[in-house]
């Protein structure tokens, strides 16, 4: 199996900046893309912040020197594997898809960081659906120690192989997930962040004493009301639709309160507010569980 030396990673958000800043810094070339010229620009200066903070060492083995940004996806025409970091959107990411079809080599792998939308259904734009797979990146990508793996229905085993060595050369531990709607991260904390807001909603408590609730009396290190405002309550609702119709169980269907803070704009820390307001908010890495 050969070593994947250079890759692109589409979107330069938290999560696409993170997956960029992880190959550099391990000794991979690796184009960052993005239409907006601004927001390349804010993730290169975020990547050498963050590098200069959790990697030091590899400030002298070149790493920036291994990052190029570009607005232009023929870049990619030469790379081993593509990694997209978008809208969590069927829809934008098959379209994508077929771009990078037929733009990047034959042997090239198409990974999605998609964290609920079926790996079948998005290798069904392409034709090399063997080569497509999931590539679930937790958040953010340089300091969470997880990354979920999962197959399409027709991912050859060479590509399970490259994407799991990848990850492991990341640094990562790997878990398997079937291609079920939400696989097994999203599966399991959106309906506790549903419920959370339903408690909300009901008037159970206040937003404080339930984030309090669940940090003291389970030991997790954010509540939930919280985290939803970390991961973005716009990407809390996408997954939670994708579920319930992915799985066909209304115990999915999002809180009328979740959908209507989404509809006011009210979409967490990058908008500076969602259940709690934030003022001046920068995006500051704190984990996600």
Known sequence: MAETKSIGVVGSGQMGSGIAQLAATHGIDVWLHDTCPDA???????????????SPKAVGTDALG?????????DFR?????IEA?????DVKKELF????????????????????SITRLASAT?????????????????????????GADTSDYTFAATKALAERFGKTVIYS???????????????????FFALYTGVATKED??????????HPMGPLELADFIGLDVCLSILKVLCQGLGNNKYAPCPLLVQYVDAGRLGMKRGIGVYEYGNVTETARPRL
Do not use: W
Request: aromatic content about 2%; charged content about 20%; hydrophobic content about 40%.
């Open 210 to 219: 339930i984030d309090t609730g669940m940090k003291l009396g389970t030991n």
């Open 78 to 82: 030469l790379v081993d594997l593509v």
């Open 86 to 90: 978008i809208v969590e959107s069927e």
């Open 127 to 151: 034709t090399r659906p063997h080569q497509v797979i999931g590539m679930h990146f937790m958040n953010p990508p340089p300091v969470m120690k997880l990354v979920e793996i999962v197959r």
């Open 66 to 74: 291994r990052l190029h940004c570009t607005s232009n996806l023929e």
């Open 178 to 196: 079937q291609d079920y709607s939400g696989f097994i991260v999203n599966r399991i904390l959106m309906p506790m962040i549903n419920e959370a």
């Open 40 to 54: 390349l620009s804010r993730a290169t200066k975020a990547i050498s912040h963050s590098i200069h903070l959790l």
């Open 98 to 117: 077929r771009k990078l079809d037929k733009i990047t080599k034959p042997s090239a792998i198409l990974a999605s960081n998609t964290s609920s939308i």
